[in-house]
């Protein structure tokens, strides 16, 4: 099955159902382009054997941006590094796509630049809360400037020539602030009931669907869930999909989770095998029962018996994000037969924002390695991996406001 090609709605077939899911790699050059580091990871990733390579996020907008180091892609940037890092990533057969996302009120408060949201619901993270910048409620024309960033930021990954966009719409960033009851509290047509609330993320898919045609990937990323109490739920999810099967999407990802629960980091809790490797697999068989498009589902996923396991509960793409990051070429593995697990790392502190900083950073650093042509590593010390992450990101956040001043 997971060998098996699959044609998405639009006509673009995939070679297999392994998807490397997006991973942030704050590698971007100076100017916020992608960088010659970040060209090689992708490049690696498509000798590696998935069928399709999902870009970690593309900011819309670069005084909005989820961490320093990113990649924009305005309006109005030139496009010749994009096309470079389209290429590579498309190498041997791979599609790649461009994930866009717009962080809303998930912004560090030293980054500067804007800090916009449905509501001004500030992130709550205990003791590191006053990490994060206050938010200010969006005004109706920010609301319509954000959809056209996403209409134009599509456009130019179709221009730089990837195969498609994914939208972001999961982990508590701008499009799933809207979705939750939790994070909007408006009362115009953007908040209330669930079709309001949802009516920013089916805007931005109508209107990128109408600009880029019908033979480019437009796929979404949503939660299945936001693991908080009185936050978007699996009945809300399974309403969104009944209504994105109208909008001409070629699969919805699902995941869940934002920086308050960060489920998408995994339920150590759990133990059965299936939910501890898939993390959101019992709701995304749920939410696939109502869906028309194919199901993406991402989380946890190492293991190829556990890839075929998922695939046959009614799931059409696997994503895999952290176990990529430590053996690439995974997927050409399991197909020459090697049945080798992958690795993701498993760092469990008592402090839960420092064990999931630590555990992004020992995945950003085998990015970096691979970035510079070596090999990742698993035997990386986390306590290192995370001061080496801190301090990389200091400098980087350092460059990012010096870059915004004078741009
Ligand atoms: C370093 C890192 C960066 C990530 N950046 C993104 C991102 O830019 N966009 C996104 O949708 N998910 C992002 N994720 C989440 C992954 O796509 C995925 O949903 C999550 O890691 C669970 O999958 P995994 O267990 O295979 O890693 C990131 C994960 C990691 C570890």
């Not at 619901?121 to 959809?147: C, F, W, Y």
């Not at 719409?169 to 979705?179: D, M, N, P, R, V």
């Not at 095998?273 to 898939?278: F, I, K, Q």
């Not at 995370?386 to 004078?406: G, H, S």
Request: some cysteine; hydrophobic content about 40%.
């Amino acid at each position: 099955m997971l060998f098996e090609p699959i044609t998405l709605p639009c006509g673009q077939t995939l070679k297999n159902r392994a998807v490397k899911a997006a991973m942030e790699e704050n590698m971007a050059d100076a100017s916020h382009y992608p960088s010659v580091g970040l060209k090689k990871l992708y490049s690696a990733w498509a000798h590696g054997g998935v069928g399709l390579i999902i870009s970690g996020n593309v900011m819309i907008d670069k005084m909005a941006m989820t961490g320093p180091g990113g990649v924009v892609l305005e309006k109005h940037t030139p496009l010749d590094a994009f096309t470079d890092w389209a290429t590579q990533a498309k190498q041997n057969q791979c599609k790649a796509i461009m994930q866009i996302n717009h962080p809303g009120r998930q912004v560090m408060k030293n980054m500067g630049g804007k800090n916009l949201s449905a509501s001004d619901i500030a992130v709550d993270i205990g003791k590191h809360s006053n990490l994060l910048a206050q938010p200010r409620a969006m005004t109706n024309d920010e609301i319509l400037d954000v959809i056209q960033r996403f209409v134009d930021t599509a456009l130019k990954a179709k221009d730089a020539g990837f195969d498609g966009v994914q939208i972001h719409a999961a982990h508590g960033y701008l499009l799933s602030q809207f979705l939750s009851p939790l994070t909007n509290k408006r009362n115009d047509e953007w908040g209330g009931d669930l079709h309001n609330r949802a009516r920013i993320l089916y805007e931005v898919i109508q209107r990128v669907r109408e600009a880029v045609g019908t033979t480019f990937i437009v796929a979404v990323k949503i939660n299945s869930a936001d693991f908080q109490r009185g936050g978007f739920d699996v009945e809300d999810a399974i309403s969104v999909v009944t209504t994105l099967n109208t909008l001409s999407l070629d699969f919805v990802e699902l995941s869940g989770g934002s920086y308050e629960a960060p489920a998408m980091q995994g339920k150590s809790g759990d133990e059965r095998t299936l939910a501890r490797e898939a993390y959101f697999l019992e709701f995304a068989t749920q939410i696939a029962e109502h869906a028309k498009m194919p199901i993406m589902v991402t989380g946890g996923i190492k293991r190829r018996h556990i890839a075929e396991k998922v695939l046959s509960k009614n799931v059409d793409l696997i994503g895999m994000a952290s176990a990529l990051a430590f053996s690439p070429d995974l997927v050409k593995k399991w197909q020459k037969g090697n049945e080798i697990d992958g690795f993701v790392p498993n760092v469990q502190w008592k402090d839960k924002a420092m064990t999931g900083l630590a555990n992004m950073a020992l995945v950003k650093r085998q990015l970096q390695r691979m970035g510079k042509g070596k090999t990742p590593r698993t035997n990386h010390s986390p306590l290192l991996s995370l001061i080496l992450d801190r301090v990389r990101i200091a400098r980087l956040t350092k460059a990012y406001r010096r870059w915004i001043a004078v741009d």
